[in-house]
C-alpha cells in the first residue's frame, strides 16, 4: 500500500483544517510529517477551575478525526460536543450527533453492578434455558451504552492502529511466555510460517501495525511453532465466543447477559467488519465452562470456539475479499471494512 504515507498526510492535513474551522489555537508549529499529537489551548478553558496546565490541551490529529484530550474535568462536557462535532465533519461512521450527557469520565474504570435479577434468570433449577428474545429485552446494550460500559475509553477519533496495538496489548497483560499468531487463515503449517508467530512483544515492537494479517486465535503457542495446530498450543487464556446467525442487537444482549449474569469477565468486543460481533472472555475454569456450555448450544453458539486455535479477528486490521490483491487498481472492490474494538478490558 505505497499509498499509506500519502493518505496519512491527508488526513492530518484535513483534521488539521477541521481543528482549525473550530478556532482551537494551536500553540507552536505542526508539522505534519510528524508526531500525531500537538499542544493546543483548550477552547473551554473558561470553564477551568483551577489554573493547572496553563489551559493547555493536547489534540491528537493522525487518527480517523481530531480529537481534543484535557486534563481538567470541569470542560469535559463541552469537549465532548466539540469531540463528536469534529468527528461527524470528518465523516467518522462511528461517531453519533451528541444527545445527552454522558456519565463516563475517561480515565476512570467503570464497574458495571449487576442488578438483582427476577429468579427466572437465575441458573439451578431452571426448567429451560431463557429465549433469545428474552435476554434482547431484559438486557439491551446498544453499542453506545457498550462505548460507555468499556472500561478503556475507545474515542470516536481513535486510529486503527491504536485499536491493534490494544488487543496485542490483551494479550500481553495475560504474562503468559508465548507466541502470538497473526496471519492469514492459510499462514500456518510450514516452516517458513514461523514468521507469524511471536511474543507479544515482538508483534508490539514492529515499527508499524500490519493490517493485512486479519486473523489471530485466543491462544499462545510454544516459542518455534510454525502451525496453529493444537499440540502447539501451550495456553488458551481467552475463550471467544461468536455467532453468524445473529444480528449485532441480539449478540450484545447476549454478551452483557454472559457477563452480568453468568459473571464471565468480558476483555473484548470487536467488530469484525462483517456480520458478527466477537466476544473475548476470560477463560472460565472447566467447571464453569461445563455449566455453560449446554446454554451456548441452546443459544446455538458456534461449536468451533472449543477448538484453542481457531481463527478469529484481529482488532485495527483491514478486512478485505482478498488478502493476495494489496493493489490500489482492485482497492474500492476489495475492501470490506475495518475490524475495530468496540469494547476493551485491559
Ligand atoms: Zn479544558
Request: proline share 6%; glycine share 6%; net charge neutral.
Amino acid at each position: 500500500m505505497k499509498n499509506n504515507t500519502l493518505k496519512s498526510f491527508q488526513r492530518k492535513e484535513r483534521n488539521l483544517r477541521i481543528l482549525r474551522d473550530r478556532k482551537v489555537e494551536v500553540l507552536g508549529t505542526i508539522k505534519l510529517g510528524g508526531g500525531d499529537a500537538h499542544v493546543v489551548r483548550c477552547p473551554f478553558e473558561y470553564l477551568h477551575t483551577s489554573p493547572s496546565n496553563f489551559g493547555e490541551a493536547t489534540a491528537f490529529f493522525s487518527g480517523r478525526t481530531p480529537w481534543i484530550s484535557c486534563f481538567h474535568d470541569s470542560c469535559r462536557e463541552s469537549l465532548a460536543k466539540l469531540n463528536r462535532s469534529m468527528a461527524l465533519a470528518a465523516g467518522n461512521p462511528l461517531a453519533k450527533p451528541w444527545t445527552k450527557r454522558s456519565t463516563y469520565s475517561p480515565g476512570s474504570v467503570v464497574s458495571t453492578v449487576p442488578k438483582l435479577f427476577s429468579s427466572k434468570f437465575e441458573s439451578g433449577d431452571m426448567a429451560k434455558f431463557p429465549e433469545i428474545q428474552e435476554i434482547v429485552r431484559e438486557f439491551p446494550w446498544s453499542k453506545e451504552q457498550v462505548a460507555l460500559d468499556s472500561p478503556i475509553f475507545l474515542s470516536p477519533g481513535r486510529s486503527f492502529d491504536e485499536d491493534w496495538v490494544d488487543h496485542l496489548r490483551l494479550f500481553h497483560s495475560t504474562g503468559i511466555d508465548g507466541e502470538v499468531w497473526l496471519g492469514r487463515q492459510r499462514d500456518s503449517g510450514w516452516p517458513s510460517k514461523s514468521i507469524h508467530f511471536r511474543h507479544p512483544a515482538d508483534w508490539l515492537s514492529e515499527a508499524e501495525p500490519i493490517p493485512y494479517l486479519p486473523l489471530t486465535t485466543p491462544a499462545f503457542f510454544a516459542a518455534g511453532s510454525y502451525s496453529r495446530s493444537n499440540r502447539n498450543v501451550i495456553a488458551r487464556p481467552f475463550l471467544v465466543i461468536e455467532h453468524d446467525r445473529l444480528g449485532h442487537k441480539e449478540s450484545l444482549a447476549l454478551y452483557r447477559y454472559l457477563r452480568e449474569v453468568k459473571q464471565l469477565n468480558l476483555r473484548a468486543i470487536i467488530d469484525t467488519a462483517g456480520k458478527s460481533l466477537h466476544a473475548w472472555f476470560d477463560q472460565p475454569s472447566p467447571t464453569h465452562l461445563q455449566e455453560l456450555q449446554p446454554l451456548l448450544d441452546a443459544w446455538g453458539f458456534d461449536g468451533q470456539m472449543k477448538a484453542a486455535s481457531q481463527p478469529c479477528r484481529m482488532a485495527g486490521a483491514i478486512r478485505l475479499k482478498d488478502y493476495d490483491d494489496l493493489t490500489d487498481e482492485h482497492w474500492e472492490d476489495n475492501f470490506v471494512g475495518w475490524q475495530h474494538l468496540l469494547f476493551l478490558n485491559l
